[in-house]
């Protein structure tokens, strides 16, 4: 079983306006992602967390707040966000094995988030 | 490096042909490959993988081949079927002591009854 689970799977909210992403897996794996997508562009990485502890931010504004309550769930916290910030956030994750250069990232269905 | 570009680049088959879709990878410490498929409105599906010490690796009607001279990867789907229609990425892991992969910027590919 490979399945990452994320809800919910469309979003719409205002600027004012706080909500959290879930992100959900059942695999084992200790190292958890977000990724920011936009149409027609490839993913890119938002946040790392690796056993639990957030290893990689890169430069994500702090309207962005990732927390791992545990080694099977992921969330992002979401507070006045701008339009621009409308896309799929997909959640991945991977066994992160020390010493394995094989460590592959397994996806979500994405949170399709529109901001208003 | 591959440049942003505003389209997609797309590779239209008709169904039953073989299909070729290429990428040129950016880092040549980059010792890890997969090649992701994303089914519109859906999440990346891994494909298949390969290492850098590998230059070809098949699976079910598809092959990888690696060219780690001129940092060039390519995925070949075998009797292309509509389902296979979607875009494809392919995505490098730079042994970085982390997992974080580069993807590169996609291919359409169409697939016409």
């Known amino acids: 079983d490979t399945e990452v689970t994320q809800t919910p799977k469309h979003l719409v909210m205002g600027m004012t306006n706080k909500k959290s992403l879930k992100c959900e897996q059942h695999?084992?794996?200790?190292?958890m992602y977000w990724y920011k997508q936009k149409a027609k562009k490839p993913p890119e990485l938002m946040f790392v967390?690796?056993?639990?502890?957030?290893?990689i931010n890169e430069s994500v504004p702090s309207r962005f707040s990732p927390e791992c309550p545990n080694s099977s769930l992921l969330n992002l916290h979401l507070h006045a966000l701008q339009p621009e910030d409308s896309a799929l956030y997909l959640c991945?994750?991977?066994?992160?094995?020390?010493?394995?250069?094989?460590?592959?990232?397994?996806f979500g269905p994405g949170t399709r988030l529109t901001v208003l | 490096g591959e440049s942003v570009g505003l389209h997609l680049p797309t590779l239209s088959v008709q169904e039953g042909d073989n299909s070729i879709i290429n990428c040129a990878y950016s880092n040549s410490a980059s010792d890890y490959f997969i090649w992701y498929k994303q089914e519109s409105g859906k999440g990346p599906q891994f494909i298949i993988d390969?290492?850098?010490?590998?230059d070809k690796r098949q699976g079910q009607r598809v092959t990888v081949l690696l060219n780690k001279t001129v940092k060039h990867l390519s995925l070949q789907i075998a009797a292309t079927q509509p389902g296979d229609s979607a875009v494809y990425f392919c995505?490098?892991?730079?042994?970085?002591?982390?997992?974080?992969?580069?993807f590169g910027k996609g291919t359409m590919l169409l697939v016409s009854p």
């Open positions: 995505a490098e892991n730079m042994n970085s002591g982390y997992s974080t992969l580069t």
């Open positions: 695999m084992g794996h200790r190292a």
């Open positions: 991945a994750s991977s066994r992160r094995r020390s010493g394995d250069h094989t460590d592959t990232q397994y």
């Open positions: 967390y690796s056993y639990e502890k957030l290893s």
């Open positions: 390969i290492r850098s010490n590998m």
